[in-house]
């Protein structure tokens, strides 16, 4: 059983097909939030990934998005927010606000959450993963970092498979992983995507630049 796992996609939909054309077969997906935020292609990044029928848990950018409250997010955050609000339609906002906090798959084998297991919101950055995140479950899968990372303990797997729309490890490639449930292994992958292209709709889009130019730095 492979799994192709994504998180923070942020509506960067030639970094998503950039990386959905790098992966290798797989069994399914998994999605660990934030589809929308920051970027200029929200509904489309929406319809992508339920087109794949990835199984995904809401982040924070998402619940902005379907709820149309403010978190105190900082300028960029807060105006692709608003794109998002403004572009996607109301089935694709009403999917947004389906999304769960957390979700158990493949015979509970597998958790998903966006931030932590008792916190949606917080950051669970690579020097923070332990055997005590993990419950029940054989793997738990985090995002909101941007940071990809695993830790593979007697007791399981914790992992990140990074960002695929807006890195922050300083590595630019957009990131996911492919997890082997059989093996209980975890394969971090990167992909080089056309940055200059995200760069110019962001410009197009009327979004703020930086949202665009910090993908040449990946952070």
Known sequence: MRLAVVSDIHANLVAFEAVLSDMPPVDGYLCAGDVVGYGPWPAECVDRVRELGAPTVMGNHDRAVATET?????????????????????????????????RVEHDGRVKVVHGHPDDPDRYTYPGLFKPALLDQEDVLIMGHTHVQAHEVFDEGIVMNPGSVGQPRDEDPRAAYSILDLDAMTVDERRVEYDIDAVVEAVDEADLPAKIGKRLRKGR
């Open 70 to 102: 403010g978190f105190g997010f900082n300028s960029m955050a807060d105006a692709g927010v608003r794109y998002a609000s403004e572009h996607c339609s109301a089935g694709q906002i009403e999917w947004l606000r389906s999304l769960p906090d957390d």
